[in-house]
Structure formats: C-alpha cells, structure tokens
C-alpha cells in the first residue's frame, strides 16, 4: 500500500473529502492542527539542512543549538 500527502485549499476541501470518501479507498483521514504543524516543522527543518549542505545557511555548534532547548 502506498501513501499519499496531497496540499488542499480549505476553499475545496469538502468536495475534497467527500469525493476520497466515495472512491472506497480503505482508509482516509485529515492530519489533526498537531500533526499538520509538526509536518510543517519537519518540511521547514529539512529545507534548512538542505541549505546547509549546500553552504547557502550558516551551520550551528552543538553547544549553541543544546543553549537554546
């Protein structure tokens, strides 16, 4: 079984829903706030790691990123 992460304009998410729902795919659900916005964290830490990799974004120290928890 494969997954699926589809970005849908609140303006058509009913539709959205009910049409999903109406295909008879075995499970389908909406990500809580909470989920939505640990994966917008995630989505936003990876892109900055990318930066990183790519010399584009200045690198933290180990000492400065455990000083800010």
């Known amino acids: 079984m494969q997954r699926v992460v589809i970005d849908i304009p609140d303006s058509k998410l009913k539709f959205f829903m009910e049409l999903v729902n109406n295909l008879g795919f075995k499970k389908v659900r909406q990500l809580t706030p909470e989920q939505q916005e ?14 990183m990799q790519e010399g584009k974004l200045e690198k933290q120290s180990a000492e400065d990123f455990l000083n800010e928890l």
């Open 38 to 51: 640990f994966v917008d964290d995630l989505q936003h830490s990876l892109k900055e790691v990318k930066l």
